[in-house]
């Protein structure tokens, strides 16, 4: 539920919209609360555009008393024309995006074909080497995804490996990992231990997963249980599990990465691999994070 604690009753109309509550506050003011996570363009009646991102329940904007006239608010999902004449919204006008088309897309293409060559993670990596130049950065994953591919793959909607591979290519072998790592370092521990790491193909969850959808169109896509989601059936039809250590983080105190353990344990036939460096406070332990969670 949104508004709360603002006094707002929504205006009745006959559309609704999927991501956005119109309402007037006891003021007489107009407000527009999102009801998921999602950013949004905002076109006021005026003519001034801005782009806002919101979390579920949080306003968007309000005060709208002064401008009349006729809004627009697009997001990834929908396109929503309005008018505010002042005192209420008249005129709803929604038009969704084909949003679930790239649900469809994605799920046409079996998950153990979102695979990127070595070659291509290479490209990706002199990729961030030009982004980050001149700069103290040594980026990590996180970094990477937000400010290389989510721009790259946002009009298209999928996933960076799809982006490259409209048709898919089949791993060979499952990457499983710690975000929090440096991209470089953990893209040449894997170009050091495979002698054919152009050719060979990977599954790594931020290139075969789609990193622009909403937490809606996530959920969607991974299913109610890690057995179904497209991790488990990538894990069952490689050829190697390859699990990358690093030394920022235990890649163990994120649960993905615990699943993905149980998961090849559990359901996978094929080789494991250790690599990378562990933290220093694992090593002065003489712990041995890897086949172990």
């Known amino acids: 539920q949104v508004g709360v604690g603002c006094c707002c009753t929504s205006t009745a109309m006959a559309q609704q919209s999927s991501d956005l509550k119109f309402s007037v506050d006891r003021d007489g003011d107009g407000a527009v609360h999102a009801l998921r996570d999602l950013t949004v363009k905002i076109t006021y009646a005026n003519g001034f555009t801005e782009e806002r991102t919101r979390k579920a329940g949080d306003l968007v904007i309000a005060g709208l008393r002064l401008i009349i006239g006729l809004w ?30 790239k649900i469809s897309m994605m799920k046409l293409i079996p998950a153990n074909r979102w695979g990127i060559t070595g070659k291509q993670l290479m490209a990706l990596a ?54 929090f790592e440096s991209f470089l370092a953990f893209v040449d521990d894997i170009r050091d231990h495979y002698p054919d790491f152009e050719t060979r193909v990977f599954w790594i969850c931020f290139t075969a997963n789609p990193q622009t959808w909403s937490p809606a169109e996530l959920s969607d896509l991974l299913g109610p249980s890690a057995l179904q989601s497209p991790f488990a059936i990538a894990i069952q039809q490689c050829d190697t599990f390859l699990i990358v250590r690093n030394r920022s983080k235990n890649l163990y105190s994120r649960l993905w990465c615990v699943a993905e353990l149980v998961l090849v344990n559990a359901y996978g036939d094929c080789v494991v691999e250790v690599i990378g460096n562990m933290p220093p406070r694992a090593q002065e332990r003489g712990g041995d994070i890897g086949l172990n969670a």
């Open 126 to 179: 002199d990729q961030v080497v030009q982004k980050f130049t001149g700069s103290d950065e040594n980026p990590n994953v996180y970094e990477v995804v937000d400010k290389l591919i989510k721009p790259l793959c946002k009009e298209s909607g999928v996933s960076y490996a799809l982006l490259l591979n409209p048709k898919g290519i089949k791993c060979s072998t499952f990457v499983t990992h710690a975000w």
């Open 72 to 101: 627009k608010f697009e997001t990834d999902a929908e396109v929503v024309q309005i008018n505010w004449n002042g005192s209420q919204w008249t005129g709803l006008d929604v038009k969704s995006k084909v949003v679930k088309s």
